[in-house]
């Protein structure tokens, strides 16, 4: 009986998934699809007794378990497995949000998951799966999206630098305690920074004397002992070469209108060692390149016990491995700041250095298709359960990238049904 279920792409109803709205919808193609036409339609199949194997739309095997020679490495896949086991204890703290059902869902139902992969990058990826764009919840999206923007800055911060323009760094925070609310600390520092970016006229004064023409604005949020830390981190495009800012008049001058701008949005005093920091290009470029790259292990590691400041998904990190107390902050500081932008460019920025080119919007640079990628194979609902369920999307992508064969996939699939006693040998 089994075999039947597992033969057809299945269109019933899903079970122990959270249905969306954004599920039912089918007025958004997924991408991946488009790029697939004319591709063969993979489905894997299992007969119960334990064997899974592909067949192309007739139903007929594919010889692809024959070769076996590629295996390979397995280096720089920790990331992949890292964000997607994130990605399954985000889902189980913000279970209304769009990210509990982000490469979970399907967004056509009538369909399997699609898995392509991009041999000469050696990429895999998902279709006809639904990707949130939140770059605050989710780990998977957020590091595209990081990805993505730092392109768009680092774009910009060349087309400035070849024109003989330096980029300097300003970073901007307010003093805070753990007793501070997070919630009414965030809209006084968004306040802060506009009386500090275009409120004044002295502001104007400064940018005026220093040249700058442009900035970029990020907003990034910490945790350590004194409760959350939220910080601008803004690029200054100036038209001269700065040297030595840290110690300079300008940071002095720029401070002082911090410290105005603070007052005037209720924040409490910043000190000038900490409240603000002016650093040279090279440490601006450093700033940028590590941009989508927080998710790395290493960094988790390193800083565990060592430093008291974390980044969310370092809390949700504490959180996957039992520390409660992290996930109640990791929902804090989404409710904090979910729909704020991270990214603000001044005006006329953007176009002048990306020659008129459209910005993406998040949701564009999530979905963005892969035009290489061919599809691997399809998984049928009841397959694709077992992988999901678990938070297990990252390592089934890992095993098709180390073997292209697909050996390595199937058996994985045909474990996670194991698991989860769907398949009895
Ligand atoms: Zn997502």
Same mark, same amino acid.
């Given at each position: 009986m089994y075999d039947q279920n597992l033969k057809f792409q299945s269109g019933k109803p899903e079970r122990g998934g959270v249905r969306s709205e954004e599920e039912e919808t089918t007025d958004r193609h997924d991408r991946y699809d488009r790029t697939s036409e004319g591709l063969p339609q993979v489905k894997l199949l299992t007969n119960g007794s334990g064997k899974v194997w592909t067949v192309d739309e007739n139903g007929k095997p594919l010889g692809i378990y024959t070769d076996n020679s590629a295996n390979r490495t397995t280096q720089g896949f920790q990331p992949i497995r890292e964000k997607f086991k994130l990605l399954h204890f985000?889902?189980?703290?913000?279970?209304?949000?769009?990210?509990?059902?982000?490469?979970?869902?399907r967004i056509t139902k009538e369909e399997g998951v699609s898995v392509f992969l991009n041999k000469l990058?050696?990429?895999?990826? %998902?279709g006809n799966v639904m990707r949130c764009a939140n770059p605050w919840a989710c780990p998977v999206c957020s590091a595209i999206i990081s990805e993505g923007r730092k392109d768009e800055v680092k774009t910009a911060m060349d087309w400035w630098k070849a024109q003989g323009g330096d980029v300097l760094l300003l970073t901007l925070t307010a003093p805070h305690y753990s007793s501070t609310d997070v919630k009414s600390l965030k809209p006084a520092m968004l306040k802060a920074r506009k009386y500090m970016l275009k409120g004044v006229r002295a502001t104007k004064d400064l940018f005026k004397h220093y040249a700058i023409e442009h900035y970029i604005s990020v907003f990034e949020v910490t945790h350590g002992k004194n409760g959350f830390h939220p910080h601008f981190h803004i690029l200054l495009f100036t038209k001269y070469h700065v040297h030595n800012p840290r110690g300079s008049v300008m940071r002095m001058q720029f401070f002082e209108q911090w410290?105005?701008?603070?007052?005037?949005?209720?924040?409490?005093?910043?000190? %000038?060692e900490h409240g603000l920091d002016l650093r040279n290009g090279q440490k601006a470029a450093k700033y940028v390149a590590k941009w989508g790259l927080e998710h790395e292990m290493t960094k988790g590691h390193i800083k565990k016990g060592k430093t008291d400041s974390k980044t969310p998904f370092d809390l949700l990190r504490d959180y996957a491995e039992g520390d409660e107390n992290a996930g109640k902050l990791f929902r804090i500081y989404?409710?904090?700041?979910?729909?704020?932008r991270q990214l603000n460019w001044s005006k006329g920025l953007k176009k002048l250095s990306s020659k008129g080119q459209e910005e993406k919007t998040d949701q564009e640079l999530v979905d963005e298709t892969d035009n290489v990628a061919e599809l691997m194979f399809k998984l049928s609902i009841e397959l694709w359960n077992p992988i999901r369920k678990h938070g297990r999307q990252g390592e089934l992508l890992i095993k098709v990238q180390e073997d292209h064969t697909l050996k390595k996939a199937m058996e994985y699939v045909k474990e996670c049904l194991g698991y989860d006693g769907q398949l009895r040998e």
């Open positions: 985000a889902r189980k703290l913000l279970p209304k949000e769009r990210t509990a059902h982000c490469f979970y869902n990058r050696n990429k895999a990826n %998902y410290k105005k701008a603070c007052e005037k949005a209720g924040l409490d005093q910043p000190s %000038y989404f409710e904090a700041f979910k729909g704020t």
